[in-house]
T-cell receptor, first 114, second 117 residues
Framework: GDSVTQMEGPVTLSEEAFLTINCTYT??????LFWYVQYPGEGLQLLLK?????DKGSNKGFEATYRKETTSFHLEKGSVQVSDSAVYFC?????????????FGPGTSLSVIP | DTEVTQTPKHLVMGMTNKKSLKCEQH?????MYWYKQKAKKPPELMFV???????INESVPSRFSPECPNSSLLNLHLHALQPEDSALYLC????????????????FGPGTRLTVL
């Protein structure tokens, strides 16, 4: 069945460090791919998305590239800030016969320390 | 307006109480969702409404009863809940809930934190 594997953390980084959160998925067809972020005490927000192979989604300094050959959508940021401390969810949206259902990964908790 | 609002923000209820959670969006979205999120876990889909009709019920116990009175509103009626139902309940909406809708990102509300005593 459809599934997503994501490094669970927690991940602790110093400010200005480089961030990578790995995400791989198995899904039927060519899903749309999303990263959602959840800041403490809040709901989820869409961080970025990609809808076809080799697309690069980017937002707030974060980037992720849709790699069809490796079925991956790794999240990266060159220089993290304390305000990036949150939980990050990789979320492919596989195409079913009648609807698209989002599958959330387990989430990666990121703490950035000054 | 790109916001999904949820009320109340916090709710404490006993196992014999009846309460309702409310969700509202004014983005013209025709798909609305209820999720349950336990601490340190991803959201779990409970219900999906598409064009005000219930499309998905993920085998949720009948003590949870969803309602979609119109395209902007979504309610979740709660009755005879158990302590294990304590969680963050998230509402979301998206443009549509159809296959092949490549821009089907979901917009989430801030959630209602529910505690069942």
């Amino acid at each position: 069945g459809d599934s997503v594997t994501q490094m669970e953390g927690p991940v602790t980084l110093s400010e200005e460090a480089f961030l990578t959160i790995n995400c791989t998925y198995t899904a039927t067809g060519y899903p749309s791919l999303f990263w959602y972020v959840q800041y403490p005490g809040e709901g989820l927000q869409l961080l970025l998305k990609a809808t076809k192979a080799d697309d690069k989604g980017s937002n707030k300094g974060f980037e992720a590239t849709y790699r069809k050959e490796t079925t991956s959508f790794h999240l990266e940021k060159g220089s993290v800030q304390v305000s990036d401390s949150a939980v990050y969810f990789c979320a492919p949206s596989p195409m079913k016969t009648s609807y698209d259902k989002v599958i959330f990964g387990p989430g990666t908790s990121l703490s950035v320390i000054p | 307006d790109t916001e999904v609002t949820q009320t109340p923000k916090h709710l404490v209820m006993g196992m014999t109480n009846k309460k309702s959670l409310k969700c509202e969006q004014h983005m013209g979205h025709r798909a609305m969702y209820w999720y349950k999120q336990k601490a340190k876990k991803p959201p779990e889909l409970m219900f999906v409404y598409s064009y005000e009709k219930l499309s998905i019920n993920e085998s949720v116990p009948s003590r949870f009863s969803p309602e979609c009175p119109n395209s902007s509103l979504l309610n979740l009626h709660l009755h005879a809940l158990q302590p294990e139902d304590s969680a963050l309940y998230l509402c979301a909406s998206s443009h549509r809930f159809l296959a092949g809708d490549l821009y089907n990102e979901q917009f989430f509300g801030p959630g209602t934190r529910l505690t069942v005593l």
